[in-house]
């Protein structure tokens, strides 16, 4: 059984989450990045900056681990957020599941980032630029 839950200041270091559930037992591997993008709603982004309170946000992906594992049996699973500021095409998140089938590990890392970005107290604030204005704001995450 692997696993590995962390938000991080550090990039987030993708082979390490593929390692953490890779083993003899699953034939399926999911691999899930969510990277800073360009534009937002129609707006420039220039970057995007994640704050958190990082104990409270462990134990709360740490219940999402329990979940995955009680709804599909699959105990092989590795979280990462990253937080700070971040630049356009950064990695902000990154989910692996690894379940001995394919359907499994993509309905689990599916529940996953989106019941991360639901439940996890990890705030978004977005530097940006439209046709009138320009700013900083802080974005709802949307599932």
């Known amino acids: 059984m692997g696993q590995l839950i962390r938000i991080t200041e550090q990039p987030i270091d993708l082979q390490e989450l593929l390692e953490t559930v890779s083993n003899e037992r699953n034939g399926g591997i999911v691999l899930f990045t969510g990277t800073v993008r360009r534009w937002n709603e129609g707006n420039e982004v220039h970057w995007l900056e994640y704050e958190t309170y990082k104990e409270a946000?462990?134990?709360?992906?740490?219940?999402?681990?329990?979940k995955v594992e009680k709804q599909w049996g699959i105990s092989d699973i590795a979280m990462s957020h990253r937080i700070g500021q971040l630049g356009i095409k950064d990695i902000a998140v990154g989910v692996a599941i690894g379940s001995p089938h394919r359907a499994e590990a993509f309905a689990a890392c599916q529940f996953v980032i989106d019941t991360l970005k639901a439940t996890v107290p990890i705030w978004k604030k977005e530097s940006w630029e439209g046709d009138e204005q320009s700013g900083q704001r802080w974005v709802e995450n949307k599932v």
């Open 57 to 66: 946000a462990e134990i709360t992906m740490a219940e999402i681990a329990r």
